[in-house]
């Protein structure tokens, strides 16, 4: 039980980090490229089919 919370404050503080480094809310998916430039990013809940179809424009980027 310890070791969850550790690692579910580690997760809630990545979350805070990448946000306020991408400026983003959560939820936010951000596609970035080798060099860490963002492609694309979006906010908000994606129902399966959505996110596949982001996923598949990003690609094509």
Known sequence: M??????SAGIALLILIVANTFGTSYPSLI???GNGEIVAQTAGYHNPQEFI????QVIKK
Not at 2 to 7: A, R
Not at 53 to 56: A, D, H, Q, S
């Open 2 to 7: 310890k070791n969850s919370l550790i690692i």
């Open 31 to 33: 596609f970035v490229n």
């Open 53 to 56: 179809e982001l996923g598949k």
